[in-house]
């Protein structure tokens, strides 16, 4: 992540796979997070930086130790306010990507920095079009939550009947008996 050998790495996995990199500073945030590592403060403030510029820019790589791992995220939240140049606005677009992606709440985050809470508050609000009030909204039916996005249909692949293979032990008989024929032929055409 240092890229102390100067090969650019950073832009190398944001043109390759920038998921990879994002998981990359993720768990070793998570390792500094438990212990195992403790990383000094200037090697922490810009894996962090990282981090966060990286969900900025291309979304959370929702992984296990990404969306699936509150205690990593309250950990980034927290030292966020510790990193130099890191503005309200990239922390406020960080609190939204973060809530969009895993519907935690400001108030999981309530120790941490206001611009975090904003973004994730604001992010969790619902948005109504101009001159649509709430009594005009569409409810769910049932108490479900709302579901938007793609809409998701189930396929059925029919492959068709299962191919059975012959039986093994006699099926490598006779191919063995076949190339020990064949073998046996041309041994006997080479000595004529």
Known sequence: MADKHGLEMSKFFDGQNPYARQRLLARLLEVDRQGIHQFSREE??????????SVNAHGV????????NLQLNQHVASAAALVPGLGNVALRKFGAVLAQATHWSDQQFRSFPAPIRAGMAGAVAPRLSPGVSR?????PPSGRPMVTGYKMEERVWNLGKAV?????????????????GIGAAR?????D
Request: proline content about 4%.
């Open 164 to 180: 059975t293979s012959p039986s093994q032990p006699g099926f490598l008989y006779l191919l063995s008996i076949g190339f020990i």
């Open 187 to 191: 041994e006997a055409r080479r000595l």
């Open 135 to 139: 009594a005009h909204r569409a409810e």
């Open 61 to 68: 790589d929702c992984s296990s130790n990404t969306c699936g």
């Open 44 to 53: 922490r403030a810009k894996l962090v930086g990282h981090y966060i510029a």
